[in-house]
């Protein structure tokens, strides 16, 4: 099975910062990976996918990209309404990461 | 518009079945996967499994014993049913469509005595 190793698990950052959350694979994915935003007690939203595409209507400082089997979700500056859980599902055999909980420092 | 809409009982019990229904709206499900995913409280999410939009399926490993996912394309509805429910099945569950662009609101399942 295809695991996805999501890290940080917990993230602290000021408002403006440049985050950046990864997810690596234990086999190859191509770019069949997709970045989830969730805020509490909401369902998820999809934010990435094809691992660099915008999903519509997500702002444009949030970015997708790949290196090699690690695969990255960057919020170039950050803004309060960006705190929320972010997730990354692979698409191959469908395995969700285990979740990156960003919150204001 | 695409509107995905989960409904089923809110508790079940140990050892039970789970029986769950999502309702779609807006598009085909002989155009559009619809997949299962759940979550539990406080915790990540589980894909659990996909009705594809020619009929066929496809099962989380980990849960394929147990998972069983159908549809009735007359009545836009997919259904879940999982049997030896346990307190670990406990989530919030979700229908979801295609490349995962659309969501349902989601129901709570409790599994508890």
């Known amino acids: 099975d295809i695991q996805m190793t999501q890290s940080p698990s917990s993230l602290s950052a000021s408002l403006g910062d440049r985050v950046t959350i990864t997810c690596r694979a234990s086999?190859?994915?191509?770019?069949?990976l997709t970045w989830f935003q969730q805020k509490p007690g909401k369902s998820p939203r999809r934010m990435i996918y094809?691992?660099?595409n915008l999903a519509a209507g997500v702002p444009s400082r949030f970015s997708g990209s790949r290196s090699g089997s690690d695969y990255s979700l960057t919020i170039s500056s950050l803004e309060s309404e960006d705190v929320a859980d972010y997730h990354c599902?692979?698409?191959?055999?469908?395995?969700f990461g285990g979740g990156t909980k960003l919150e204001l420092k | 518009e695409v509107q995905l809409k989960e409904s089923g009982p809110g508790l079940v019990q140990p050892s039970q079945t789970l029986s769950l229904t999502c309702t779609v709206s807006?598009?085909?499900?002989?155009?559009?996967?619809v997949h299962w995913v759940r979550q539990p409280p406080g915790k990540g999410l589980e894909w659990m499994g996909v009705?594809?939009?020619?009929?066929?399926?496809a099962y989380n490993s980990a849960l394929k014993s147990r998972l069983s996912i159908s549809r009735d394309t007359s009545k836009s509805q997919v259904f879940l049913k999982m049997n030896s429910l346990q307190t670990e099945d406990t989530a919030i569950y979700y229908c979801?469509?295609?490349?995962?662009?659309?969501w349902g609101q989601g129901v709570m399942v409790t599994v508890s005595s």
């Open positions: 094809g691992a660099t």
């Open positions: 979801t469509r295609g490349q995962l662009s659309y």
């Open positions: 599902l692979q698409s191959i055999q469908w395995t």
């Open positions: 807006g598009f085909s499900l002989t155009d559009y996967s």
């Open positions: 086999q190859d994915i191509g770019n069949y």
């Open positions: 009705m594809w939009s020619g009929g066929s399926t």
